[in-house]
């Protein structure tokens, strides 16, 4: 059971009714609040912003079937984090390693662009799912709000870290936040975001991942 997950949420209207009428003209996508992939007995957890129009709202699966998806899973796969370098499907067989993937809001919003408080009112599953994460010491936030979202989770104010691509943080309990900008098309196709910089940021993940005994 996913912890701190529920698939009928309905407590943003907002975001209810746009997944209504997403469903109504996609019949066959997902077009529900997108559950957390991996072990809640992992070491590293990767929080996204929200669902993609095409991609997680469409396969169930986060960063699955969509661009934002590429630069991650190549990633994660470079670094023993996941069993393949592309995610296509929730049937695909791809099996994440010591990683566990989330988003700070669960649902598509409209723009892709969360009001702050549905951010607010959606963080109550990070909290649950980061405090039920026994192992976890490497918190990576993809983008701004979700380095924020992150925070909210464990009672820290946004004046504690500012969020800057590359940028360390001390979490409670042993644990690191990591920042990078997220892995948008938009991001990577204007070199926002390079390949280099990415796994700049995963070298240093996977050097404190590895500090902590493996199970």
């Known amino acids: 059971m996913t912890v701190g997950f529920s698939p009928d949420c309905r407590d943003c209207p907002r975001l209810a009714r746009f997944l209504d009428s997403v469903r109504l003209a996609h019949p066959d996508y997902h077009a529900a609040p997108v559950?957390?992939?991996?072990?809640?007995?992992?070491?590293?957890?990767?929080v996204g912003l929200a669902p993609g129009m095409h991609g997680a709202n469409r396969?169930?699966?986060?960063?699955?079937?969509?661009?934002?998806?590429?630069?991650?899973?190549?990633?994660?796969?470079?670094?023993?984090?996941?069993?393949?370098?592309?995610?296509?499907s929730r049937s695909d067989g791809l099996?994440?390693?010591?990683?566990?993937?989330?988003?700070?809001?669960?649902?598509?919003?409209?723009?892709?662009?969360?009001?702050?408080?549905?951010?607010?009112?959606?963080n109550r599953y990070l909290q649950t799912e980061m405090a039920g994460m026994p192992r976890l010491r490497a918190v990576l936030?993809?983008?701004?709000?979700?380095?924020?979202?992150?925070?909210?989770?464990?009672?820290?104010?946004?004046?504690?870290?500012?969020?800057?691509?590359?940028?360390?943080?001390?979490?409670?309990?042993?644990?690191?936040?990591?920042?990078s900008y997220h892995c948008s098309?938009?991001?990577?196709?204007?070199?926002?975001?390079?390949?280099?910089?990415?796994?700049?940021v995963f070298s240093r993940i996977r050097a404190v991942v590895d500090a902590v005994p493996a199970r």
Do not use: W
């Not at 870290?161 to 590359?166: A, E, L, P």
């Not at 098309?185 to 700049?200: C, I, S, V």
């Open 185 to 200: 098309r938009y991001n990577t196709q204007t070199k926002r975001l390079t390949g280099a910089m990415f796994e700049d």
């Open 141 to 179: 936030a993809l983008g701004r709000i979700a380095h924020d979202a992150v925070l909210l989770a464990v009672g820290m104010p946004r004046s504690a870290c500012k969020f800057g691509h590359g940028a360390v943080h001390p979490l409670q309990n042993g644990m690191s936040l990591f920042d």
């Open 35 to 46: 559950a957390p992939f991996g072990d809640g007995s992992s070491r590293l957890l990767v």
């Open 95 to 122: 099996q994440l390693i010591d990683c566990r993937i989330t988003n700070a809001v669960k649902c598509l919003p409209p723009a892709n662009k969360p009001e702050r408080d549905e951010i607010g009112r959606c």
């Open 59 to 88: 396969t169930g699966r986060p960063f699955t079937g969509d661009h934002a998806g590429i630069l991650l899973y190549r990633t994660l796969y470079g670094f023993g984090f996941a069993s393949a370098a592309a995610s296509e």
